[in-house]
């Protein structure tokens, strides 16, 4: 279970495919290293988020860690079309009893949306994201969404797609600030929401 706030910006250092799955190696930035003393940062086997979805390290050499990903992974993610030097963004797990910033984010992807717009207004953002109608209609005005694994609030919300707000510090720390029109991204929509639906169109017959 991730919380949608993101540590840190990562590198990919090396993709090599093998078959239809491919294994990425990620550089995690300095900043990540915020551990507790004698607490790894990072070990074989954890968990991780990148750009929202959740991937198994398979090795870790120093700062930078090994991940494989099928091919159910790639064609619901963009992490199919990431290069080497593209910047991810990175969360590991929310620790039992730590502080839910955020939002409850499964690191299961729904989907991949599209940047439409990116409209400055001075230092902020507002961007518009195009989505397939099956997962606008999980998401509500005021409600959350992941995108690049980032929790963010929907401003406004229309069949096939939806408006949110960034704040300088949020374009600085992560990929959304570099992410410009036609760009893919991760969606994952709230948990909440699907829930909700699936009980609406049992009620309904559907």
């Known amino acids: ?40 940062l990072c070990q074989l086997g954890d968990s991780v988020a990148i750009n ?40 590991r797990p929310l620790p039992a009893g730590g502080r839910l910033g955020g939002h409850f984010v499964q690191g299961h992807v729904d989907g991949v949306g ?30 959350s969404v992941t995108i690049d694994g980032v929790s963010l609030t929907l401003v406004d919300v229309e069949p096939e797609r939806f408006s949110v707000a960034l704040i300088p510090h949020t374009l600085d720390v992560t990929t959304l600030g570099v992410r410009q029109p036609g760009d893919a991204v991760n969606i994952e929509t709230d948990i909440l929401g699907k829930y909700v639906l699936k009980f609406m169109e049992a009620a309904n017959g559907q």
């Open 114 to 143: 599209t940047v439409e717009s990116v409209q400055r207004d001075g230092e902020w953002v507002t961007m518009w994201f195009r989505v397939p109608a099956e997962l606008g209609r999980q998401m509500v005005t005021k409600g």
């Open 52 to 91: 929202g979805c959740c991937l198994t390290v398979v090795e870790v050499d120093g700062n930078c860690w090994a991940f494989e990903a099928g091919a159910e992974t790639l064609s619901k993610t963009n992490l199919g079309k990431l290069a080497e030097g593209d910047p991810v963004n990175l969360e």
């Open 1 to 40: 279970m991730f919380t949608g706030l993101v540590e840190g910006r990562g590198t990919i250092r090396e993709i090599r495919s093998d078959g239809t799955a491919v294994r990425l190696v990620v550089e995690a930035p300095a900043e990540l290293d915020g551990r507790v003393e004698g607490d790894l």
